[in-house]
Every structure is written in structure tokens, then in C-alpha cells.
């Protein structure tokens, strides 16, 4: 590890103002996914700033009914509110579907949202990866893909978006909060993170020296009921091969209202608005499920490895469905 100055701050602005100051630097939060890539050299900042004494640690409602969840917020405690396990399960199940409880304990919302890709080309720095150094080449387009993605790839990149939490928040339609030297804005979840293009390092839309403040869930009364189905090579402690993300809103065996969304198996966490559309309207049956599982994963364009990712998923959004659904 090379390096590195430390500074801790106490205040939004005082955190702001040290990134544009100082363009190397990164925010320091849970630390789980940052040190480690600094060990293996993929990270060099010059100066790491701690924001965990900042004022973004708490879970609340606001006035219009939206829950504000602080960008600070762990994990485990996220996963285990009440009101999320009540009013949003399939947060809730995403979150412990992830990593293991001592690392849930210290991973935080903001940087759960800001995790880079676990594609093995990305953290072998023997090996040519855009995302690492744009421009040097994707290892994993015909090397070994099997863990890499179906959707969004490009001729630059094909590695997927390895957050469970951010799968779920796609499915809520999540606001991020963002604070940054111009002032504050949101940002839909669906526009966080990016695709990657020809532009495989700039992964999401936050700009320089800009500060995840909080993540907004709006207002969604059929979330309560919705789930989270992850499929992976071993029980815990591993990232999703495949994911599913469901609400759905049914009445009288007929579907009014559906989110979808997939991990495991895109480039960005895969929101399927084709497939939340074709289910409305229609009757809550596991032949108009395995359609829509179908339409969803239509675009897919599997690699020598990875192929098996095609079925499978379609099968984690069937199941994920039929359960929500009250069929299984
Ligand atoms: C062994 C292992 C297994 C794992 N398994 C899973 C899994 O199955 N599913 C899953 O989803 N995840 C998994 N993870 C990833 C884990 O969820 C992430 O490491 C964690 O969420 C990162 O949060 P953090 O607070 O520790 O971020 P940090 O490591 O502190 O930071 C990560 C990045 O986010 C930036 N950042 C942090 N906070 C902010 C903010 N407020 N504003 C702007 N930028 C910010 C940092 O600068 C850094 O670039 C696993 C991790 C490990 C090590």
C-alpha cells in the first residue's frame, strides 16, 4: 500500500471542500471495499478523509411520507429498521443477503452505492482492464466471463454492478442526496450509475468532490409486499450470479402494478421496466411470469462463459415473483 495522508472531518462542507482541494483524495466510510483496493494497489489516493463523524447516520421520515435514510447509515442497522423490514422487505433482504454480518456491521449506504465491480480482470493488475486503465482493454470479454454481465456490456466492458442493496433500491425508485462545491442536487437511482460505454472509469454520475448525503425511498405502498431472491455459488459471503428484486401489487389474481429489477447480471443494477410492463393489467400467473422473465432478459448477450446466466436469471425472477405472488 503506498502512502497516504488522513484527515478526519466533521462537518458536510468541511469534507467537500478537503475533495476539491484535493482531487486524489476519496471519502473514507465502512472502508470494506476502498482499503482493500488500496492493498492491492487498484486505489492510490494521496489523502483519505473520514466522513464517519458526519451528521448522515439516521433513518427518517420526512413530511411527505418519503423515509431518508443516511448516507452513513450501516448496513446492519438499515437492514434490521423496522420500518424497512415492514414497509420495504425487499431492502431489507437484499442488505443480508450481502457479504457477512461483520462486514454489514461496518459497510455504510454511501459506500454500498459507490462499491467497485468484482470482475477478477479489474483486480488483477497483471491484466488489461478499461475500468482500471481506460484505453488498455477488457480482459474478460474473451477471457474467463463466467461471473460477468449479460446486459449493458460494451465492446470496453462487460462487468457487472455487484451491490444486492442497489438492486433493491432500483426496484423503490431511490432518490441519492448529493452534496458538492455547486450546492445540492438528487439523483434518480437509475441515473446514479452508468453504463459503461466507451467510458468504462466513470461509473456514476457523481462529480468531483461530491458527498452521497442520503438515499430517499419515495412513498411505495405495495413494497410491503416485494423480495429479494439471490442465487450464488455458495451459501453466504458471495456475491450474486444472478438476483431478483420484485414488488407487486396484486388485486382480485389480477397484477396492477410491478417492479423488477435484476443483479448479478448487468453492467448498472438492471431496472426492467419491459417486464413491469408487460405484467400489468394481467392476470398474477406464473405463465405471465415466465413471459415477462422472458422479455426481461431479451436484450441479453452472453459470452462464452456465462451463457447459463440467461436461464437462470430468468428462473431467480420467476421465483422471486411466484413468492411475492403467494404461488410458492
Ligand atoms: C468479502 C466481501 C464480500 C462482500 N459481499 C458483498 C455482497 O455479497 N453483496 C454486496 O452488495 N456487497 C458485498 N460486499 C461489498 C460491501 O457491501 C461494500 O464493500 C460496502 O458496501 C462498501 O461500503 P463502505 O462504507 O465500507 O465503503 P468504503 O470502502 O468506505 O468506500 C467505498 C467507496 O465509496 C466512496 N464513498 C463512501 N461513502 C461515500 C459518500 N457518502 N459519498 C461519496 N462517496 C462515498 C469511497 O470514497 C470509496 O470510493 C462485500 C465486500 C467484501 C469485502
Redesign the pocket.
Known amino acids: 500500500m503506498e502512502a497516504f495522508a488522513y484527515r478526519e472531518v466533521q462537518a458536510n462542507r468541511s469534507a467537500i471542500e478537503a475533495l476539491a482541494t484535493e482531487p486524489q483524495a ?11 483496493l488500496m492493498k492491492m494497489g487498484i ?1 492510490r489516493p494521496k489523502t483519505l478523509v473520514n ?1 464517519n463523524s458526519l451528521p ?1 447516520q439516521s433513518i427518517t421520515v420526512l413530511p411527505n411520507g418519503v423515509l431518508r435514510i443516511g ?2 447509515v450501516r ?1 446492519s442497522d438499515l437492514a434490521y429498521d423496522e420500518r424497512i423490514r415492514a414497509s420495504y422487505p425487499v431492502l431489507s433482504e437484499a442488505l443480508l ?4 454480518p461483520q ?1 454489514r456491521n ?3 449506504v ?6 467497485r465491480t468484482r470482475c477478477p480482470y479489474f483486480y488483477d493488475v497483471a491484466f488489461a482492464c478499461n475500468k482500471r486503465n481506460n484505453g488498455s482493454g477488457c480482459s474478460a470479454l474473451e477471457g474467463f466471463n463466467r461471473g460477468n454481465a449479460i446486459l449493458g456490456g460494451s465492446d470496453h466492458c462487460i462487468s457487472t454492478h ?4 442497489c438492486v433493491a433500491l432500483a426496484a423503490l425508485d431511490a432518490i441519492v442526496q448529493v452534496e458538492g462545491p455547486k450546492g445540492e442536487r438528487s439523483i434518480r437511482i437509475q441515473d446514479f450509475h452508468l453504463l459503461p460505454e466507451d467510458h468504462p472509469q466513470k461509473e456514476t454520475d ?1 462529480g468531483p468532490a ?4 442520503a438515499v430517499d425511498l419515495p412513498n411505495l405502498p405495495f413494497a410491503a409486499k416485494s423480495h429479494y431472491v439471490k442465487v450464488r455459488d455458495r451459501a453466504s ?4 450470479l444472478t438476483s431478483a428484486a420484485v414488488a407487486l401489487d396484486i388485486m382480485d389474481g389480477t397484477v396492477r402494478a410491478a417492479r423488477i429489477a435484476l443483479g448479478g447480471v448487468g453492467t448498472k443494477p438492471w431496472r426492467s421496466t419491459v417486464a413491469e410492463q408487460l405484467l400489468m393489467g394481467k392476470p398474477a400467473s406464473e405463465a405471465q411470469y415466465k413471459t415477462a422473465a422472458n422479455v426481461a432478459l431479451q436484450d441479453a448477450q452472453p459470452r462464452k462463459y456465462n451463457s447459463f446466466k440467461v436461464e437462470l436469471a430468468k428462473r431467480t425472477l420467476i421465483r422471486a415473483l411466484l413468492t411475492v405472488g403467494g404461488m410458492v
Open positions: 476519496r471519502f473514507l466510510a465502512g472502508g470494506t471495499n476502498l482499503v482493500d486505489e466522513i448522515l448516507a452513513l448496513n443477503s450481502g457479504a457477512s462486514l461496518m459497510a455504510t454511501g459506500g454500498n452505492l459507490m462499491q455487484p451491490s444486492d442493496m457523481l461530491e458527498l452521497i448525503t459471503y458471495e456475491f450474486a
